[in-house]
């Protein structure tokens, strides 16, 4: 069985901001997207169908709001700032997005580290992950002697998959090319627009964060398909724009965050006994609401405890746990010297976890676009 052991975290969150967009009703997004109804030729899927396919109420979707990487710049400006330090303070910055703005030698990192004005001698760090890039990105962080890390996540499938008017195109709308056909409309349906940056500072604190890829039990299963792009498929060819989408392999996808929570679950309890009363706040990956209630009620989880963002704003992957934690510092149900706890799985597969002390000495509002 997997196992994953806690490794010394000498951090502690002492940066943060987010931004996400007004969230749209599912009705209106579903108007908006005119996805062909599969069981009923000719009609459209309705906002009361996608909510019984999603489970979600409304999403995080706004094409203009996030068409720069500036907006994404200014997040990690907003970060550092309340981190009360300035660029020139920060020593090593992580990029984290399944939707980078360019696919080339790791444009992002390079154009954000210097949008945001961190010194040269900044290696710019870019990973292309999904929802449990975060904890990749942190685990990755306690491996370096930086004393101040920035971390940059964000995803915008607004770009990757709308249509520029607050719909999608038509490679995800009905696609008779790639191998999942005509599902893929519930990537962008699920997935949703959002930017969080934090920023970590080196303590002696008594963090710690855990992180493993699960190879015995789910080796071979990417649970995000994009076949588009290869050798086999290679760009310019015919078939490889339609096939250079993201599908999901849903039941693969509740599988493994049933599976690999529990894990992470299981694996925390171990380095912290007691974790759950310990830590003030547990914030765990929004994949949707049918998973997320799920794990809560096994691991006894309530609202109290661990709050959810999934039905108001769908998946933000990377950025969900983000703006749980954000608003909760901006109502003051987290305060400074509380001990929070991430918990997040995603496609690779992937799972990882983390448990810190917050300590944010100019907090800024969450911002909603």
């Known amino acids: 069985m997997s196992e994953a052991r806690a490794r010394l975290l000498p951090f502690r969150l002492t940066g943060l901001a987010t931004l996400v967009a007004e969230p749209i009703p599912l009705d209106d997004w579903a108007q908006r997207v005119r996805v062909p109804f599969r069981g009923k030729p000719g009609e459209l899927l309705d906002g009361a169908m996608m909510h019984r396919i999603l489970g979600i109420h409304g999403k995080s979707w706004d094409h203009e709001l996030f068409a720069s990487i500036d907006v994404v710049a200014g997040v990690g400006k907003r970060a550092v700032a309340s981190a ?15 939707t980078p703005y360019e696919l080339m030698l790791d444009q992002d990192a390079f154009r954000l580290v210097r949008r945001i004005g961190l010194p040269d001698s900044v290696i ?42 607050g719909g999608i195109n038509d490679l995800y709308r009905s696609n008779p090319v790639h191998p999942d056909g005509d599902s893929v409309w519930s990537s962008p349906g699920i997935f949703s627009d959002g930017v969080a940056a934090l920023v970590l500072d080196r303590t002696d604190d008594e963090g710690f964060v855990l992180y493993s890829r699960d190879t015995d039990e789910f080796a071979e299963d ?4 994009y076949p588009g792009g290869g050798l086999n498929h290679a760009p310019g060819t015919p078939g490889a724009a339609e096939r250079a989408v993201f599908g999901m392999d849903s039941k693969g996808i509740a599988r493994f965050y049933a599976a690999a929570m529990m894990f992470n679950h299981r694996d925390i309890e171990a380095a ?9 706040r547990i914030y765990t990956h929004q994949a949707n609401p049918a998973l997320v209630d799920a794990f809560h009620e096994l691991a006894g989880l309530d609202e109290d405890k661990a709050p959810t963002n999934a039905r108001r704003f769908g998946n933000l992957v990377t950025v969900s746990t983000m703006q749980m934690l954000h608003d909760d510092v901006t109502a003051g149900r987290v305060s400074n010297g509380d001990l929070i706890c991430l918990s997040v799985v995603g496609g690779g597969p992937e799972r990882g976890a983390v448990v810190m002390t917050v300590h944010i000495p100019h907090p800024v509002p969450p911002a909603v676009g």
């Not at 009360?84 to 399944?98: M, N, T």
């Not at 990417?222 to 398909?225: A, E, F, T, V």
């Open 84 to 98: 009360g330090l300035s660029p020139s303070d920060v020593d090593a910055a992580i990029v984290v997005s399944c």
């Open 124 to 165: 710019p760090t870019q990973m292309a992950a999904g929802c449990a890039g975060l904890a990749r990105a942190i685990a990755l962080a306690a491996r370096t002697d930086a004393s101040r890390v920035l971390i940059v996540t964000y995803t915008v499938p607004s770009r990757a998959a709308g249509d520029g008017a």
């Open 222 to 225: 990417p649970l995000i398909h």
């Open 272 to 280: 912290l006994p007691g974790y759950v009363e310990k830590v003030r």
